[in-house]
């Protein structure tokens, strides 16, 4: 990737919408090369949906401006709209036409030549997977189905630039799996590919660079290495402990420690604290058990995604995120747990 300015398949520049008082995405400036995996992650209200909006010229911009393979958002919006495929937060799709035809009716809308249309339709219905339901009316198919159709109907155009907000959302584990292979498959083919998603997971598995968002802002923009770095750079380390008894007074105690970065209870009985100052440990487990609480084992981990982004925006408790993190198994401690006492 060179660093000319046409190999920028999008430049955003202080872009920023208010409704109302609320200032939902405020200033935040970019470039994404062409063929990158650009990715906003960011808990639910952080703002990447209101960006998405904007960048496809669903919605106008208060402020700033922005390029999108070349054209300006406001003012050339149907050369920008040309040039892109949209997955939305909702599935769009008419339940009484089948696949194949909710497709053709948004190639002619496209206005796409019929046979490209055909063409095109049975080409990526396939590789979605969908061929065998292409004759199925869209209402009768399940989510995963309808998000596959989705996909096909976005690519339809063959665009430069494919945004994807939340395009796993709700899904099960197999179409999430082949989402995610496909976007990469498509980066490779030098698809620009802009995602937003709220798990980690997903934004360390498919994105070269990844920007966290929060109340409007980047807080942060780059590899997920490098975001890694920012805070286990020798200094720092995630503390895992498994603990009963947390109260609430506990947890305000902890995140006002010296060194103690954030907290989150990733699941029930344990508590992850991102830390950058050496021995902090000694410290929280005394703070632990002057109040009351029993500390059973200790992992200490290295930073994911979630470390960071509590590392970037202060000790606030933030659940919604710290839900998007995988639990609902509980993972064996046995072999990579140290036992305190
Ligand atoms: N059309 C709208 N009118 C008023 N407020 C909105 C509108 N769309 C979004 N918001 C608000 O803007 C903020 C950002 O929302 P959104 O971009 O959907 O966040 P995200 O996609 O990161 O969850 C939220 O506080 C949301 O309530
Ligand atoms: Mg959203």
């Known amino acids: 990737m060179t660093s000319e300015a046409q190999e920028f398949e999008m430049r955003v520049e202080a872009l920023t919408k208010r409704f109302g008082d609320l200032e939902a995405v405020k200033g935040i400036s970019f470039e994404v090369p062409r063929g990158e995996i650009f990715g906003f992650l960011g808990p639910n209200g952080a703002g990447k949906s209101t960006t998405i909006k904007m960048l496809c010229t669903l919605l106008k911009p208060s402020g700033g401006r922005a390029l999108v393979a070349g054209y300006d958002i406001v003012d050339e919006a149907s050369q920008v709209r040309r040039n892109i495929g949209l997955v939305a937060e909702k599935i769009i799709l008419y339940d009484r036409l089948t696949a194949e035809e909710n497709l053709y009716f948004y190639g002619r809308m496209n206005h796409l030549p019929e046979a490209e249309i055909k063409a095109r339709s049975a080409f990526w219905l396939d590789r979605m997977g969908m061929t065998q339901w292409k004759d199925k009316l869209a209402g009768t198919f399940s989510t995963g189905m309808k998000q596959r159709v989705n996909i096909a109907r976005a690519l339809l155009t063959s665009p430069r630039i494919m945004f994807l ?163 609902g198994h509980r993972r064996g401690a046995a072999g990579r747990t140290s036992r305190v006492r």
Not at 200 to 205: I, L, R
């Open 165 to 327: 907000d939340e395009p796993t959302l709700g899904l099960d584990p197999q179409t999430t799996r082949a989402i995610r292979q496909f976007i990469k498959e498509l980066a490779e083919q030098g698809v620009t590919v802009i995602l937003t998603t709220h798990q980690m997971v997903e934004a360390e598995m498919l994105c070269d660079r990844i920007s966290i968002m929060d109340h409007g802002s980047i807080v942060a923009l780059d590899t997920e290495a490098n975001l890694k770095n920012l805070i286990s750079d020798g200094k720092g380390a995630v503390l895992d402990l498994a603990l009963e008894g947390l109260t609430d007074g506990m947890r305000q105690d902890l995140g006002a420690l010296r060194g103690v970065m954030g907290l989150a209870e990733p699941e029930a009985g344990r508590l992850r604290i991102t830390t950058n100052r050496p021995g902090v440990l000694s410290e929280v487990m005394r703070l632990v058990e002057g109040a009351g609480g029993t500390i059973s084992s200790v992992n200490t981990l290295e930073a994911n995604l979630e470390d960071v982004f509590l590392h970037l925006t202060g000790n606030e408790m933030r659940v919604e995120f710290a839900q998007s993190a995988p639990s």
